[in-house]
Structures are given as C-alpha cells and as structure tokens.
C-alpha cells in the first residue's frame, strides 16, 4: 500500500482541464459583457469585480490540482466552473434587492455577491475533497453511523424546521439557516452504496416466487419498504415533493445498478405509483400540484400563476434568447416569473439565452453524467462504482427532474438546479457530490479492502473502533 | 438596425458560441477516452514489470501481460515461468475477479511476499505493489502501455 507524503507530492500537468477552463473563462467574460453593455446601452464592461473574483478562484484551485498531482477526473471541474459561472451572470442580472443577509463586517450582502461567496465555497468544497480524500473507509465502514446522523437530521427538521412557504425544510442554528436535505441526499447515497455493496450477491441470486412475480428475498425487501416509507413520510410531514421523489429514483436507480434485476424496479415503480395515488387521496398539496401541472392556465392568476409565466418565459426566449439582461424587465422589483433565482433559475437562463442556451445547460449536465458514470464504471469495487454511480445520479436526477418541472413536462417539484440556482445548502451539497467523484476517480490510490477472506469476527473488528464503530457492531 | 444593436447582437452570439464552443472541445474529449477505453478493455488489464530478478531471467524491466488467471512458478506449464532456484514448481496465483487482482500463494516452500510480507490466502493487489516470488520480484501496472 502506498502511503502519500507530503515528500511523495508530484506536480502533474493537467492540460485538458488548463484549455477547458481558459474556454469558459472566455465564455463568461463574453456573457458578462454582453449583459453590461445590453444594460448600460453602448460597449461596457460594467463592474466585473465578482466574476474576476469567481475565475481567480476556480484558477487557483486548478493550480492546487496541479501542484498536488493526483491523478483526477479534468472534466468535472470545469463544467461545474461554467455552470456556476452562468448562475453568477444571471443573479448579477437579477434586481440585486431579492435576496439580502446581513453579513456582519462585510456589511449587507445582496443576491450576487451572496450566490458568489456560496460558489467559491463549493469550489473549495470539491477542491478540498478532491486534493484530500485518499480513502473510502470513512465512508465504507460507517454507513449505519451515517445513516443514523442522516435520520436524526430528518427528525430534528420535522421537529425545529421552519416553514419557509408551507414547506418545512429550513434548520437554524443561530444565525445559520440550511436546507438539512442537501446533505441528506449524500448521506443516503452513502448508505445505500454501503448496504448494496455488502448484499449485492445474495440480493441479485435469490428470490421469492409470488405467482408471477419474481421477488427479492424478505429480508432483503425491509430495506426498499423502509424508504418507501421513508419518502412517504418526507411528502406528508415536510411537504417536500421533490426530495421524496429523487430519494426514491435514487434509490431505485442504485438498486438496479447493483442487481441489474428489472423485477426489483418494477415492483419499486409499483409501489411509487400505490404511493402517488395514496398521497394524492390524502395531501391537498399534492392535488394542487397535478392541477396547476395538467392544466395551469385554468387557474392562471392563481395556484397556476407561476407555471404559466414560466411557460411564457420560454416563450419569449424563442431561439436565441433576448439576450443577457435584456429579458422581462421587473418593475418595482416584482419578478416576470416567481422564484425566478430558485425553481425557476431554468426559465430564466431560457428566456434570456434562448433554446440554444438551454440546450447548453443540459449538454452540461448531461458531460457530468457521463463522467460520473465512467468513474462508476472504473470504480476499484462494488462499494467505489455504487458511491460514483449514486452521486452521480443524485445530481442529474435532481437537475432532469426540475428542469422537465418547469417546462410542464412533470409536476413541479422544489428541487434545485445543481450548481445555477440560488441558494447556499444545494452549492454545498453539489459540491460535495463534485469532490467526492473527482476524490474517486483517482483509482490506484489505495488498494480496496481485502477480499472477503475474514470470519465474522474478523470483518466486525474491521469495521473500526470507537463509539461510531461499536455502534456499527451493535446494528449488525 | 443601428451599430449598437449590432454590437449586442455580436456580443450575444459570441457568448453561446464559446458555450457550444467548450461543449464541442468537452465531446472531443470524452469520445478519445470512449475509443481508449474500448481499445484497453481489449487487453489483459494488468502487466507485471521485472523489478530484479537475480537469473538475469526474464531481463530487469522487462513486462509481462496478464491473463485472468496467471501462474507463477518454475514449471513450465505457469503462464509466467519464474527460473529461480527459491520458486517452487507451482508457486503463486494472481486472479482478477470483478475489478481487483488477488494474490495467493499455492503451498510454496519458500512463500510469496507482497510488498515483503508473506501472503496468507487471497489478498488483493493494487497497482504498483510488488510481488515476490523466491528471489525475483515483480510490480503490478495497470496495462496502458
């Protein structure tokens, strides 16, 4: 096994990642001064003092990269630096009042530069990861712990949330307020990769024949009731639509990755599809939200009222946009469309940079899915390949998923834009996702755990010490 | 249409441009690393390299390819024959199963040592451990060469 040292550290020219950034540093300088010349009416540049701060960031992560020498993934980083370049273009664009904190020393902060402080801490957060995770056992040998801080982190939000408009998603602690979702989605990606990892084979050889359908063993259906509940209980008692349907297709999707078994995603979309008709019997929520998704313009000035200037966004955009800065203007600070810098960040860059931009939004997002699953694909073992694959998901679910919602295709759901939308927790935890996939692509740095060659015994001592490992014991 | 709403127009078009631009430059990429992957995937994935070997058999540095279930040992019927006095006829047993190589000793006389500690039943290898079998010893890469 290879131990790394600081005297073992070799630069490593990453050239790939070098041109790629120099393009969408490019990109973006172009985009910026098009919405200050747009906005100042002749050729300007305006203030680009937070852009310049956001490329020198991301350069001087890059130079960490290089100077550390590991041999991650080149792609990642750079369409995460496009991405939250072009979040940072259009929150400049927003009226700057939509959003302000007052930041102590710093005085009050107003939309972009607050979006821009969350995006260099992403940044950092993938740069971090990225340069200093060198090993999985953190991960691998706690996931009951993690999965015991994820739902305790549920239940502490369905007990001292607040209700930001009728959902209850927010966490304060002091002057600190988070969305504890963000992280739950990680969490759970953890524990999932972790459990799948351990059950793989016998989930994937064995099964219970009821009649016609091939089922999975009991035992091993507990876990897939059990988030069935879980997202069930995330809908009623938080009202949050969209965490409860990515965990699912989250969960669905790992569970097929590792099986390869369609009986296994037949039987979860049945039980999805019972869920759905039950909710929909019970929440009014949830019946407002099929409403205004069939038919938004009978309730237009209403509950459809988003939607439908959402739709007309796109409209306006057409082709090639109206150009940066040059959208429907919002007078007296009322916005064209409501939430336009959250749910609706995707209308907002439609309108203003057309089709064509949003086809590069999801050309985007669509480069991430590749290289995470490539890195899923190259990953060293079942627990590195789940992990991938499951972060991986975690991110392009939550993009598809908003995206088709805001374009009618699906309900609405309230997740974020990974990356474009406002907000500090989805930054965060989308980097963390980021970091993690560069940290794992990195193969061949520590060799995966021995085979399992162990007794019982030998693989509870291997599970670590201290409280969190006696815990783990204590679950098995 | 006047120069200024020219200029905009020029200024919004660079800007998706350099968009599509970076996406393009992206697909190159990532279609070079779809047809390496494709060519690697062809080959054993693994090699051996001679690190000494004290017959002056096989050559220092020399690489040998990895079949998914390679023998060392001294008879000739191992898919690499080590000619060491201190290897046994059928000495050791590198196995890729699933994505790792494992590493076991077959009952040697003498042992097998990874990174100079005696295997006992399978253990896995990673790339740039080495291997040694009597007095000659090797060191896993992965097979990109």
């Known amino acids: 096994m290879i131990r790394p040292s ?47 701060i956001y490329l020198v960031a991301a350069a001087v992560i890059h130079v960490l990269f290089v100077v550390t020498g590991r041999r991650t993934d080149q792609v990642l980083f750079p369409a995460v630096v496009l991405l939250g370049g072009i979040s940072l273009l259009f929150m400049a664009r927003l ?16 939309l972009a530069p607050l979006q821009l402080v969350w995006l260099v801490l992403s940044l950092s957060t993938i740069g971090g990861l990225a340069i200093l995770v060198r090993n999985d056992t953190w991960l691998r040998n706690y996931k009951y712990s993690w999965a ?29 307020a988070g969305q504890p979702s963000e992280l739950l989605k990680i969490i759970l990606v953890v524990f999932l990769a972790g459990y799948l990892a351990e ?29 069935w509940g879980i997202a069930l209980a995330v ?29 296994f995603v037949a039987l979860g979309l049945l039980l999805a599809a019972v869920g759905s008709v039950f909710l929909y019997a019970v929440e009014p929520t949830v019946q407002v939200r099929v409403a205004i998704w069939l038919d938004p313009f009978a309730q237009a000035l209403g509950s459809g009222f988003q939607i439908v200037r959402g739709l007309y966004a796109f409209g306006r955009g057409g082709l090639l946009g109206t150009g940066l800065g040059a959208g429907l203007p919002s007078p007296d600070g009322t916005l064209a469309v409501p939430a336009l810098a959250t749910d609706y960040v995707f209308a907002g860059v439609a309108e203003e940079l057309g089709a064509a931009g949003a086809i ?45 919602g805001d374009l ?28 993690l996939l560069m940290a794992l692509s990195d193969a061949g740095v520590e060799a995966p755990a021995p085979p399992q060659a162990l007794t019982r015994g030998e693989r509870l001592r291997a599970r670590g010490r201290g409280v969190a490992g006696r815990f783990e014991r204590a679950v098995r | 249409m006047s120069a200024f709403e020219i200029l905009v ?39 051996l390299v001679v690190m000494a070997a004290p017959p002056g058999v096989p050559a220092v540095g020399a690489t040998m390819p990895l079949e998914t279930i390679t023998t060392l040992g001294r008879d000739a019927d191992n898919v690499i024959v080590v000619d060491d006095q201190f290897a046994s006829t059928h000495h050791a047993r590198l196995t890729f199963r699933g994505r790792v190589w494992y590493l076991e000793d077959l009952g040697s006389t003498n042992g097998t040592r990874l990174n100079g500690r005696p295997v006992e039943g399978a253990v896995a290898v990673g790339f740039g451990d080495e291997i040694a079998v009597g007095e000659t010893r090797f060191r896993l890469e992965p097979a990109s060469a």
């Not at chain 1, 009226?95 to 107003?110: N, Y």
């Not at chain 1, 009618?408 to 309230?414: A, I």
Request: net charge positive; charged share 10%; hydrophobic share 55%.
């Open chain 1, 199 to 227: 059950n793989r084979a016998l989930l994937a050889a064995t099964s219970l024949r009821v009649g016609p359908l091939d089922l999975p063993p009991l035992a091993y259906l507990l876990p897939m009731l059990a988030m």
């Open chain 1, 148 to 176: 015991a801080a994820g739902v305790t982190l549920l239940v502490l939000v369905f007990l001292f949330g607040d209700e930001v408009n009728g959902v209850r998603l927010t966490l304060r602690v002091g002057p600190l």
């Open chain 2, 9 to 47: 127009w020029i200024l919004r078009l660079a800007f998706l441009g350099l968009l599509y631009l970076f996406l393009a430059v992206l697909a190159r990429g990532l279609l070079r690393d779809l047809r390496a992957t494709t060519a690697r995937t062809t080959r054993a994935p693994g090699m």
């Open chain 1, 235 to 263: 809908v009623v008692v938080q009202r949050d639509l969209g965490a409860a349907l990515l965990f699912f297709a989250v969960f669905l999707g790992l569970l097929y990755v590792a099986t390869q078994r369609t009986s």
């Open chain 1, 6 to 52: 600081l005297a073992g550290i070799h630069p490593r020219p990453r050239g790939r990642e070098t041109t790629l950034l120099a393009l969408a540093a490019a990109a973006l300088l172009t985009g910026w001064v098009s919405l200050a010349t747009t906005q100042a009416g002749r050729l300007s540049a305006g203030d680009p003092h937070l852009l310049v």
């Open chain 1, 408 to 435: 009618k295709l699906v309900p609405l759901t309230g997740v974020t834009l990974p990356f474009v939308a406002y907000g500090g927790s989805s930054l965060l935890g989308s980097g963390i996702c980021v970091g």
């Open chain 1, 360 to 404: 590069a939004l999801i050309g985007l997002y669509l480069v991430i899915a590749e290289r995470g699953l490539r890195i899923a694909a190259r990953g060293a073992d079942d627990f590195r390949a789940l992990l991938a694959a499951g972060l991986t998901l975690v991110l392009v679910l939550q993009a598809a998923l908003i995206m088709a």
């Open chain 1, 95 to 110: 009226p700057p009042s939509l959003v302000t904190q007052d930041a102590g020393p710093a005085g009050i902060l107003t």
